[in-house]
Structures are given as structure tokens and as C-alpha cells.
T-cell receptor
């Protein structure tokens, strides 16, 4: 059974600070890792994906992957109120052939 | 790029009727599309993988005779919920694979069965 674990939150962060979101996964064979943002009542929006160990930066977002620890994280710098949403961690194991296994998401609140 | 549309966005139907949901990739061809379901305050659960020109692959516990999937072209996959019941009320979201593994999601269809 593939599992993806996230702290459900809410995680409250002051505006302008760094928000740190964490995720662990159970399937050691997982190959691709994704962070999605989901606003209430909307479908998920892809923020970042990462395949290799280490850091990957895109604008204010940095994804970090540690396959040995089966851990992936997302950092959001200079947090804005518009970043308030649920962040879903998703894992893909089959090199593209499989669907995604999602965590339950972390509810992030950016306080103005 | 990578825009996925779904239709309808909302549908209300009576118990026992069937509902068809369309998922289209608008600016790219998708050989593989996925169907997910999300119940309130829960995460997305993969229902099935839809491959163009072949039968869909269903996840364990998903009834293939109840959730009919057709992927007739490289830009269209449909999900038909047959003989819908109130417990099928959910947010149904499709996604299409772009590149190696990235998936982009449609806006979702909220189904309410009365």
C-alpha cells in the first residue's frame, strides 16, 4: 500500500516569512514527486515537480528531495496571503505510467 | 500550454440515472489521462488510468462496470457514472500527462446525486 503522509495543519505563517511544508512517502521505488496547490472547491494546480535528490528552485518555491529518508519538502519564500491554500504532496512510482498517490494535504494560512 | 478542460463543471442528477463527464486536453495530445475522485475534506484518490485506444485500468475497489471510461481520441476521455447513487456524489477530476510524468488537472466536475 503506497502512502503519502502530510501534516494536515493548519500551518500559520506571517506574511513575508518562509513557509515550510513536509511530506513523507512509503514506497521506496517512487520516482517522481509533485507539489500541488488546491484552493477550496477548485482542482489542484501544479506548483513544482522534482525527480532527483537535492533542491530545485522556481521563483519563490524550492522543492527538496531526500530519497534515502523518503522525504520531500516545499519551501515558500516571501509568503503572500494569496499563498493561503491546501498544499498536496503527490508521488508517482511507475515512470509515468501510473497515476499519482496524494497526501491529504497541509492547510497553509498566511497571516497579513 | 497544458490546459485541460472538463464538462460539465457541475451536475445534479437523480438516483439511478447515468452521468457522462468529458475531459479534454486543449493544446496538446494526451495518450494517458487519469480520473480521480475527491470527497469533502479528503485528498484525491485515483480511480482509473485511461489510455487512448485501449481499455482503462481501474484501481482496486473501483467498479469498472459502474464507472465507464472511454478514451476515444488523443484529446478526449469520458467518464460515465452509471446508475448513480447518493454515495457517488463527489468531486471528479481528470488529469492528463504531459512529458514524462507531469500531470495537469482539469477544473473538476462536482456531481450531486439526489
Amino acid at each position: 500500500q503506497k502512502e503519502v503522509e502530510q501534516n494536515s495543519g493548519p500551518l500559520s505563517v506571517p506574511e513575508g516569512a518562509i513557509a515550510s511544508l513536509n511530506c513523507t512517502y512509503s514506497d521506496r521505488g517512487s520516482q517522481s514527486f509533485f507539489w500541488y496547490r488546491q484552493y477550496s472547491g477548485k482542482s489542484p494546480e501544479l506548483i513544482m515537480f522534482i525527480y532527483s535528490n537535492g533542491d530545485k528552485e522556481d521563483g519563490r518555491f524550492t522543492a527538496q528531495l531526500n530519497k534515502a529518508s523518503q522525504y520531500v519538502s516545499l519551501l515558500i519564500r516571501d509568503s503572500q496571503p494569496s499563498d493561503s491554500a491546501t498544499y498536496l504532496c503527490a508521488v508517482e512510482s511507475g515512470g509515468g505510467a501510473d497515476g499519482l498517490t496524494f497526501g491529504k494535504g497541509t492547510h497553509l494560512i498566511i497571516q497579513p | 500550454g497544458a490546459v485541460v478542460s472538463q464538462h460539465p463543471s457541475r451536475v445534479i442528477c437523480k438516483s439511478g440515472t447515468s452521468v457522462k463527464i468529458e475531459c479534454r486536453s486543449l493544446d496538446f495530445q494526451a495518450t494517458t489521462m487519469f480520473w480521480y475522485r475527491q470527497f469533502p475534506k479528503q485528498s484525491l484518490m485515483l480511480m482509473a488510468t485511461s489510455n487512448e485506444g485501449s481499455k482503462a485500468t481501474y484501481e482496486q475497489g473501483v467498479e469498472k462496470d459502474k464507472f465507464l471510461i472511454n478514451h476515444a481520441s488523443l484529446t478526449l476521455s469520458t467518464l460515465t457514472v452509471t446508475s448513480a447513487h447518493p454515495e457517488d456524489s463527489s468531486f471528479y477530476i481528470c488529469s492528463a500527462r504531459v512529458g514524462m510524468t507531469e500531470q495537469y488537472f482539469g477544473p473538476g466536475t462536482r456531481l450531486t446525486v439526489t
